[in-house]
């Protein structure tokens, strides 16, 4: 899956579970078969991976998360990747920016 149309799917995601308690329920009860059902496909997740929801609904705590250290060397790129890494664009942030303004701007309209 693309970069944007996984920013897109995961802002769906978040929307719904906004908007449906029983789909946040579900999401939070066994988050990788909510996930796939609601996006029609399987998840890409590596043999021993598994996904975790978190409810950061609550406005009066901050979270922050540890992300997992990435092993460089054993990293394997796509092509699309390669070309994006030798063409010297970064959509990566450019993508993130775009989500979290996104999300922000939809809090602040929607209270």
């Known amino acids: ?56 609904t609550d406005t009066s705590t901050v979270y922050f998360n540890i992300p997992r250290k990435v092993d460089v060397d054993s990293l394997e790129l796509t092509e699309e990747q390669l070309e994006t890494v030798a063409g010297g664009s970064t959509p990566f942030c450019a993508i993130g920016y775009g989500f979290v303004v996104g999300i922000a701007l939809w809090s602040a309209t929607h209270e």
């Not at 906004?18 to 590596?46: C, I, R, S, V």
């Open 1 to 56: 899956m693309e970069i944007a149309a996984e920013q897109k799917l995961n802002a769906e995601i978040v929307q719904k579970a906004w908007e449906d308690p029983q789909f946040k329920e579900e999401l939070m009860k066994n988050p990788a078969a909510t996930m796939e059902k609601f996006a029609g496909h399987k998840l890409n997740l590596a043999e021993g991976q598994k996904l975790v929801v978190v409810d950061q």
